[in-house]
């Protein structure tokens, strides 16, 4: 419940893991979020996209059990298991 990487170790796991292309890494690092968040994001209410682009933008920290973590987790087809593997392994970048 407690596991988070920086926005660092989450973009590293990400490319690394081949979950998003290192060309949408290096956009991601500067303000272009992956098509894959871009569409989740649009599933939302309105009220709630502005705040999961900035989440997504420009974390602080990305937990483990954000609900935009979750979802976007489950929209790849990732497992719990799958997905906490991910946090532990990229938390050590």
Do not use: C, H, Y
């Not at 292309?21 to 992956?34: H, I, N, R, S, Y």
């Amino acid at each position: 419940a407690g596991m988070s990487l920086s926005f660092r170790q989450l973009l590293i796991g990400l490319v690394a893991r081949a979950w998003i292309t290192e060309a949408e890494g290096d956009g991601w690092l500067v303000g272009v979020l992956p098509p894959a968040v871009i569409n989740l994001i649009a599933t939302l209410p309105n009220q709630a996209q502005f705040p999961a682009r900035a989440s997504a933008l420009r974390p602080s920290s990305v937990l483990r059990l954000d609900p935009l973590v979750i979802s976007l987790g489950q929209a790849q087809g990732k497992t719990d298991d799958e997905m906490d593997e991910f946090f532990t392994t990229f938390a050590g970048v």
